[in-house]
């Protein structure tokens, strides 16, 4: 199932709270102009990751910014090859606790046999005006007509159980997946 960028989805967070602290909320027509200062503040700033600053890693010398008239000393000359070596060494050392974090958190997928009976979640609701609060989040119940693999699998409305005059029929993954359950009389009391 497709992801999101992550490091794209938190630069732009960044971007953004950089723009509102700008105070680009309180004039909506001129948030454009704030946007070269900010791509600035994050090129000559130290990435926690990479411990390096993102100019002197691409260009081989640091961005000036206008606090940089406050500091009188003169930088020397950055070895690129050597830096991009450390940067590669401490992004390996930054993912590798990204994952170990991740992999803590996690558990196995369930895995769904052929025939077996599961509810979907539903990605979005219409957009009608009404209050989707109370609405169910899962559909089904759906049978498995086909495993994927990679935690996918195919499901299908079970014959003569259609919503509607077409038959359902689409991919999803084990994480927007559960076992249907129908609860009968007797477990309802």
Known sequence: MPRSNGQVERYNLTILEALRTKGADTDNNKWDTYVTNIQQGINST??????????????????QTDSDNLV?????????TALRKKVDENIKKAAEKQKQLFDAKRKEARVY?????????????????????????????????EVLGHDRYKVADMRGAERTTRRYEGVTCAENMKPWVRVTDAQAD
């Open 46 to 63: 130290i990435n926690k990751a990479t411990t390096a600053v993102p100019s002197e890693v691409f260009f081989g010398y640091r961005l």
């Open 72 to 80: 009188d000393e003169i930088e020397q000359a950055v070895d690129v």
């Open 113 to 145: 046999a052929i025939g077996e009976l599961v509810v979907i979640k539903i990605p979005s609701q219409s957009n009608d005006g009404q209050s989707t609060k109370l609405l169910p989040i899962y559909k089904g119940p759906f049978q498995v007509v």
